[in-house]
């Protein structure tokens, strides 16, 4: 039987965060009161003159630059000639043959392994109107969106020697969270998927193995989730894959992706690039960067995700399971580092940062940024918890208090009178008084029922509020019990 290996290309849009739009003063803003942000320059009405907006442009090169591109010298806006409601224009900005930045890479992480996946362009562009299909074959326009600076982000097949490229559904998946990740980490854009601020089309063939020349591919729309981006790809291979070897032949198209019935259906056959009769806008210039400003840019670049987990791995000698938790978002990250060089033992921190930490911040939908806790408070716990000042159960409730309070431990612990009982003597006292009220239970362990202990154990640490040092009362039972 003939076994068949699948290409995935992806096609990723991400609107920028800017204050303004690519071409024009009007505010980008998700949402809103339809047709309220615009102005005769993204709605294309006649003599309407663009400007260039040089933040987009500074974020756009920031994002290629940590995608591991090379700035062009030059690069030009083309017009992408179309007609369609959401365009009043009937053209697109677009960048053709000189795009921003070429030949990049992403780190991803497929099982545990390294692979860098080749990015053949990131090119600027302006985003189009929204349209809203309603019940009784009606449509509206909402204009808010026109002219949003829209970066687009195309993967590289085959790609050049040393580079990878995408090879399963996980793959595309995990391409597309990384690059989600890098881009949060950069600040250039909120990346949300739900909201469309991040759209990926991802183009999909099969060809016999062995084989050198590309099958015939579809493209996908309608992801809207990293689930869906991972269930469509599957879904599409596999399609095809059955339509190959029923006999039949795959016909270039853009397939939709419908979210609840769990397959792709023919959109429309695919239009070609040349329709789009590309030019050049003659109302903007060609734009140069000076090798002083892309260094510039290059130098502003934050340790990127992969990066910093791997040094997290070799410098605090967490796991790579940790240090993928820990590095998810750059405020997590710069947390547990701040944490990680105030305490005694960094792996401790890690555990206390992905287990309760994490926790606390999900149940009162708290971010990083907002939390009262500070690193050097959770060292000075993770101290108490060393010198045996409090036990592992206290140190747990004073964790949460420091997380509601933003108390230092030591007040906790003086304020609620939680310091670990080590006297041995009072410990004592304690289990034989709990002996003497349950003797039966005594007798009954004397007889073979051991794992009564446990139950001994509860009520001593119910006794003393547990406060108890656990070791202690294990042995201090144990030795009474055998009496
Ligand atoms: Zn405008």
Known sequence: ?????????????????????????????FGGEPNTRCCPVC?????????????????????????????????????KNYYYPDLPKNYQISQYDYPLGVNGWVEILAGGKSKKIAIRR?????????????????????????????????????????????????????????????????????????EGSMRCEPNVSIRPKGQTEFGVKTEIKNLNSFRAVYLGVDYELKRQERVLREGGTIVQETRRWDDE???TASMRSKEFEQEYRYFPDPDLVPLR???????????????????????????????????????????????????????????????WLTGEFLRLLNATGTTV?????????????????????????????????????????????????LEQVTDTAEIEAVVNRVLAANSNEVRRYRSGEVKLKSWFVGQVMRETKGKANPALVNELLERNLEE
């Not at 068949?4 to 965060?17: A, D, N, R």
Request: charge should be negative; include cysteine.
């Open 289 to 351: 960067f000076t090798n002083d400003w892309i260094t510039k840019l290059k130098a502003d670049l934050p340790e990127l995700p992969i990066p910093k987990m791997k040094r997290f791995m070799s410098d605090y000698g967490i796991s790579l399971s940790d240090a993928e938790v820990l590095c998810d978002t750059r405020e997590m990250a710069d947390f547990y580092e701040s944490c990680a060089k105030l305490a005694k033992d960094p792996k401790a921190v890690a555990n």
């Open 1 to 29: 039987m003939v076994e068949y290996e699948p290409i995935i290309g992806m096609e990723v849009h991400v609107e920028l965060q800017t204050r303004s739009k690519m071409f024009c003063g009007c505010e980008v803003a």
């Open 122 to 194: 990131v090119h600027m562009e302006e985003d189009t109107g929204k349209l809203l299909h309603v019940a009784g074959n009606k449509s509206y326009i909402d204009y808010n969106r026109s002219g949003v600076p829209l970066m687009e982000i195309v993967t590289q097949n085959p790609p050049p020697e040393g580079l990878d490229q995408i090879e399963s559904a996980e793959e595309a998946r995990e391409y597309l969270q990384r690059l989600r990740q890098i881009l949060l980490y950069l600040g250039v854009s909120d990346v949300k998927m739900e």
């Open 369 to 417: 940024a907002e939390t009262k806790l500070t690193p050097a408070n959770i060292a000075a716990l993770l101290d108490l918890l060393d010198s045996g000042t409090i036990n592992r159960n206290t140190a747990k409730s004073v964790f949460e208090e420091m997380f509601t309070t933003g108390k230092t431990p030591s007040e906790i612990v003086k304020e609620k009178g």
């Open 261 to 263: 019935r769990g397959v």
């Open 43 to 79: 709605l294309g009405l006649p003599g309407s003159l663009p400007v260039i907006n040089e933040r987009a442009v500074e974020l756009m090169a920031r994002a290629a630059l940590a995608l591991n591109c090379t700035i062009a010298s030059q690069c030009v806006f083309h017009r």
